[in-house]
C-alpha cells in the first residue's frame, strides 16, 4: 500500500494506526462518488525486525461534489465507557458550506460517527481534540468547543493569540492554557502581575477549565515573561496541596530552547539542535528516565533527557512522524520514528524504534539521519564508560555499608527488648557470645562465661507481688483491647500510668514494640462516665536507642460528682491497637508491660518519683481465637438487663469517643428522654454498672452507651459513647426530634459546673497542702539551725520573774535574756534555704498553681 502526504499516523496500544482516503476501484470507473477512509493495523515483529499488518476497516462516505479531508487524529476518553478509543477528526467541504464531523474506531476496526456540526468558515488555527470527545478551536483571536455531550458549538467569553497546551488538571477537569494580550487594570491583579510587567511584555498567560467556566491562576503554570516566546507546552504532573494548585510542566520557545517549570518557577533549561520548535511530548524509558521528544517545523526531532539537567541525547532529521508508545511489548516505551524516503513509498518501510537504551531496532541500521550529538562522543565513550563504573562500584559500597548499619541497628533494638523483657520477669539475662556476633577476641585467654547484666539490673525498683487483680483482652472492630486490673492501694502510689506491648517474638524486619493509646478507667459499682481519661498516643520508638519510659503524659481522672460505692476498690489501665496489622503474624505473642511513675515520700515531706516497669503477663493471639469469637464483646438481652461483663463494657468504652451534652428545658420536664433511651432506641441497663444504657437497635447506632443524669426535673446531663461523629449526629437527630421547641441541648468541652467546682476544690486544698508543708519544713530547718540559750539561759527561764527583778544582777540577766531572744527572733526571720530544696519547693507550688488555674479557667468558660 502506497502513501500520501495527507496520510495520518497514530500510536494505540502499541499498534500504528493508518488512516488514508481512497476511492474504491469500482467508483473510479463507473463515476461513483464514493470515498472511503480506510484504516490499517500495524504491529512490529521482533523477529522479523518490521512491520506486519495486523488487521484493516473501511469506511464509507458519499462525496458528491464535496472534498473530504483528514484534518487530525488522537486517541481521547468515550464519556460513555471511559475507554480511550482513537478518533479522527473529518471535513467535508461543499462549495461555501463546511461540514464537519468526528469518528470513532473501535477495536473491531469499525467506525462510529459521534457528532457533526456546520460552520461558515473552514478551521484553520489551533484545533485540538479532547476527552468526550469533544473538539476546540480558535477562530477570530476567540475560544470555540463543542462536545459529543450536546452536539452544540460553544464560545468561551476569553480573547486569545494562541493555544499552547489542552488537557485535563485534577480538580478542574479540561483546561486550555493560551496567550492573550495583557489586560491593564487599574489596579495590580491577585496573582502579583503588575501594571509595568504587562506593559512591557505585551501579553500574558491564561488558564481557562471549560467544564466550570472558570479562569486559573496563571503564574502557577510559568511566568508571564515566557508568553511572547513559548510555542508549546506539555504539564507532567498536576495535583492539590492545601487547595494549591501544584503544576510541573515543559516548554519550547522560539528562542530554540526547552525549559523545565516547577510551581511557576524555571528549574532548568536546554539549548536545541534546531530552529522552530512546534511540539513536545514526554516518554518514559524502562530505565525510568524521563525523556522530551521536541519536533521541529523543518521535520527535524531530537529527545532531551532530564536527569540532574535536561540534555540533548539524540537527534535526527527529515523525520516525517514520531510516535511514542510500547511497540516491542516490553512494559515501557520506545520512540518510532517514520523518515521521509521519496525512493520508497511502500507503509512503514525507513522506520527506527529505540529508547536510547537496550532496545534498538532500524529498517537501515547505517541511516545517516541518526546524527550524533557531539563529534567527540564516539571518543570520549570509553572514558565516560570507565567513570561510570568508578561511580558505580562507590555507590554499591555505600549500599553496602548502610545495609551494615541497618543490620547492626535491628540487633541492638533486639538485644534491648530481650533485655528489658528479662528485666521486668526477674531473670537473668545471658549476653550473646562473642561468636554469635562475630566478634574476634584479641586476647589468648578463654571467653568469660555468660553472666547476667550489672548491677544496676538487680537493683530495679521492686514492686508488690499482687498489684494487678487481671489481665485481659478484647476484639472491638478493628481494634484490640489489653486491660490490666490494678490494686487501689497500689494505683494510689502511681501517676503517669500507661501500657506497652511488645511483641514476644523475633521478627527482623519491624521493630517489636506495637504502637498503642491507653486509656485509665475507674470501676465503680455505679459506673460513672466521667471516669475515662483522654487518650494519649505512646511515641514511636527511636532510632537505635530504645526508650519504653516514654514520656506519656496523661491526664488526671475526673473526680466523680457524687460519692459512689467502689466496685472492688480498683482501677483499670486499658491499652487500645490496631488489630489489622498484627493478623498478618497468624498467631502472635505479646508482652503487657507497665509503665508508671511511683511516688514516694521523703524526709524533707516531698514528694519523689521514680520511673517503674512492670511485667503485667502476656497475651496470645491467632486467627482462630478471631474465627471462633473468643474475645469478641458479647452484649446480650436478658430481660430489661444487658448482660456485657465489666471488661466487654471497658472494652466498648475505650474504643468510644466521649461526648456530654447538658439538656435544659424552661417549660416541661425531661420525661421524654428517658422514654426516648428505652423505647425508640431499645436501650437497656447494665447488670454491673446501672448508670449506663446500651443502645440494641439495629443500625450504626448500635452499641452505643448513654449515661442519662437528671440534675433536677428540667435539667439533665446526657453522655454518649459512639463510634464516630455520624454515629453521634443521628442520635442527636433522633433526640431533638422529641424534645419541644424550647429545649436546649449544650456540649459540654469541659465537664460541668459541678464537676469543675468539685475539683477546683480538690486542686485548692491539695495547694495549700503542699504551701503547708513547705512553710512546716522552713520552721523545722530554722529551729534545727538556731541555739535557743545556753545553760545560764535555762536556768534564767526556769527562774521566777519576781525574783530576778529584786537583784541588780537578776536584772542583768533578765537583759541578757530578752538581748539574746531578739538576735534569735532577727536570725528566724533571715533564715537560708538550700537552694535545691527551695527549687524542688518553688517547683511543687507552681504546679498545684497551675492546675488549680487551669480548672478555674475551664469554669469561667462553662
Aim: with cysteine; aromatic share 8%; net charge positive.
Amino acid at each position: 500500500m502506497l502513501l500520501s502526504d495527507q496520510d495520518q499516523f497514530l500510536s494505540y496500544n502499541g499498534e500504528v494506526l493508518i488512516f488514508q482516503l481512497s476511492k474504491p476501484k469500482h467508483a473510479e470507473e463507473a463515476g461513483d462518488k464514493t470515498m472511503n477512509l480506510c484504516v490499517r493495523r500495524m504491529v512490529f515483529n521482533r523477529d522479523a525486525k518490521l512491520f506486519v499488518q495486523k488487521s484493516s476497516g473501511v469506511f464509507s462516505m458519499l462525496a458528491s461534489h464535496s472534498k473530504i479531508e483528514m484534518i487530525c487524529c488522537s486517541c481521547t476518553r468515550d464519556s460513555r465507557t471511559g475507554i480511550i478509543l482513537p478518533c479522527i477528526f473529518m471535513k467535508k467541504k461543499k462549495r461555501n458550506n463546511v461540514k464537519y464531523f468526528l469518528l470513532l474506531l473501535h477495536s473491531s476496526n469499525k467506525f462510529e460517527p459521534s457528532f457533526y456540526f456546520k460552520l461558515d468558515y473552514e478551521l484553520k488555527e489551533d484545533i485540538r481534540l479532547f476527552a468526550g470527545p469533544s473538539v476546540l478551536w480558535r477562530h477570530s483571536n476567540k475560544l470555540f468547543y463543542i462536545s459529543s455531550n450536546t452536539c452544540v458549538v460553544q464560545s468561551a467569553p476569553v480573547q486569545l493569540s494562541s493555544i499552547v497546551w489542552t488537557g485535563e488538571i485534577v480538580g478542574e477537569g479540561t483546561v486550555v492554557l493560551g496567550i492573550r494580550t495583557a489586560c491593564l487594570p487599574e489596579t495590580e491583579d491577585a496573582d502579583g502581575f503588575s501594571v509595568s510587567d504587562r506593559a512591557i511584555w505585551g501579553s500574558e498567560f491564561f488558564g481557562y477549565a471549560i467544564q466550570t467556566q472558570k479562569m486559573l491562576t496563571s503564574t502557577c503554570f510559568m511566568p508571564h515573561a515566557y508568553s511572547k516566546v513559548v510555542s508549546s507546552v506539555y504539564i507532567c504532573k498536576s495535583e492539590r496541596l492545601k487547595k494549591q494548585l501544584r503544576i510541573s510542566l515543559v516548554a519550547v520557545t522560539h528562542k530554540n530552547q526547552l525549559i523545565w517549570f516547577q510551581n511557576g518557577v524555571p528549574k532548568g533549561v536546554c539549548e536545541l539542535p534546531f530552529e522552530k520548535p512546534c511540539s513536545v511530548k514526554p516518554a518514559v524509558t524502562c530505565s525510568k528516565d524521563l525523556l522530551f521528544v521536541v519536533s521541529f517545523a523543518s521535520g527535524n526531532s531530537c529527545v532531551v533527557q532530564r536527569r540532574d539537567s535536561l540534555q540533548v541525547a539524540s537527534k535526527w532529521q527529515k523525520v516525517k512522524c514520531i510516535l511514542v508508545d510500547d511497540f516491542v511489548a516490553s512494559g515501557s516505551e520506545q520512540l518510532l520514528l517514520l523518515f521521509k524516503d521519496d525512493s520508497n513509498t511502500d507503509v512503514l518501510s525507513t522506520f527506527k524504534i529505540t529508547d536510547l537504551g537496550e532496545v534498538n531496532y532500524a529498517s537501515d541500521i547505517n541511516d545517516k539521519r541518526d546524527l550524533p550529538v557531539s563529534e567527540g562522543l564516539q571518543e570520549n565513550g570509553l572514558l565516560t564508560i570507565r567513570a561510570l563504573e568508578t561511580r558505580l562500584q562507590a555507590g554499591w559500597t555505600s549500599v553496602r555499608e548502610l545495609q551494615q548499619h541497618l543490620g547492626l541497628q535491628k540487633r541492638v533494638i533486639l538485644q534491648s527488648c530481650r533485655a528489658l523483657i528479662d528485666l521486668v520477669e526477674e531473670r537473668a539475662h545471658i549476653l550473646p557470645s562473642a561468636k554469635e556476633e562475630g566478634l574476634v577476641s584479641l586476647w589468648d585467654d578463654a571467653e568469660n562465661p555468660p553472666h547476667s547484666l550489672s548491677k544496676e539490673t538487680s537493683l530495679a525498683s521492686k514492686v508488690p507481688e499482687h498489684f494487678t487483680e487481671g489481665l485481659w483482652q478484647r476484639v472491638v472492630g478493628d481494634s484490640l483491647v489489653v486491660g490490666v486490673k490494678l490494686t487501689e492501694s497500689f494505683y494510689l502510689s502511681l501517676r503517669d500510668v500507661s501500657l506497652s506491648l511488645v511483641m514476644d517474638q523475633d521478627f527482623s524486619s519491624i521493630s517489636p514494640i506495637i504502637k498503642c493509646q491507653s486509656k485509665i478507667i475507674k470501676l465503680n459499682k455505679a459506673f460513672s462516665a466521667l471516669a475515662v481519661s483522654s487518650n494519649q498516643i505512646e511515641p514511636p520508638p527511636k532510632k537505635i536507642k530504645l526508650d519504653l519510659h516514654s514520656k506519656i503524659d496523661l491526664k488526671k481522672e475526673l473526680p466523680k460528682r457524687c460519692s459512689r460505692i467502689q466496685l472492688d476498690g480498683a482501677k483499670a489501665v486499658i491499652a487500645v491497637t490496631s488489630l489489622s496489622p498484627l493478623l498478618a503474624f497468624h498467631r502472635v505473642c505479646c508482652v503487657v508491660l507497665l509503665h508508671a511513675r511511683k511516688q514516694t515520700h521523703q524526709k524533707d515531706s516531698l514528694q519523689q518519683s521514680k520511673k517503674i516497669t512492670v511485667l503485667c503477663g502476656k497475651i496470645l493471639l491467632s486467627l482462630e481465637d478471631l474465627s471462633n469469637d473468643r474475645y469478641s464483646v458479647k452484649m446480650l438481652r436478658d430481660n430489661s438487663y444487658c448482660t456485657g461483663s465489666m471488661e466487654d463494657i471497658l472494652a466498648v468504652l475505650a474504643v468510644s469517643v466521649r461526648f456530654s451534652f447538658e439538656v435544659v428545658s424552661s417549660d416541661c420536664t425531661l420525661t421524654p428522654v428517658r422514654s426516648w433511651l428505652l423505647e425508640e432506641m431499645e436501650c437497656t441497663q447494665f447488670k454491673e454498672c446501672q448508670d449506663n444504657i446500651f443502645c440494641h437497635k439495629a443500625g450504626n447506632v448500635y452499641g452505643t452507651i448513654f449515661n442519662w443524669t437528671l440534675k433536677n426535673p428540667f435539667e439533665g446531663v446526657l453522655t454518649v459513647f459512639c463510634r464516630n461523629l455520624t454515629v453521634l449526629f443521628q442520635c442527636l437527630h433522633s433526640l431533638t426530634r422529641i424534645l419541644p421547641p424550647s429545649c436546649s441541648v449544650t456540649l459540654q468541652r469541659s465537664g460541668s459546673k459541678g464537676e469543675l467546682t468539685e475539683q477546683l476544690a480538690l486542686a485548692l486544698e491539695k495547694e495549700m497542702l503542699i504551701l503547708k508543708n513547705s512553710l512546716f519544713l522552713k520552721e523545722t530547718k530554722a529551729e534545727n539551725s538556731l541555739t535557743w540559750g545556753n545553760e545560764a539561759d535555762k536556768e534564767i527561764s526556769n527562774a521566777p520573774l519576781a525574783s530576778l527583778l529584786d537583784t541588780v544582777e537578776g536584772v542583768q540577766q533578765f537583759r541578757k535574756k530578752f538581748q539574746n531572744e531578739q538576735e534569735e527572733s532577727v536570725q528566724s526571720m533571715n533564715q537560708t534555704m538550700n537552694g535545691a530544696l527551695y527549687q524542688k519547693i518553688a517547683l511543687k507550688i507552681a504546679e498545684a498553681q497551675l492546675s488549680s488555674d487551669m480548672i478555674m479557667c475551664k469554669l469561667s468558660k462553662s
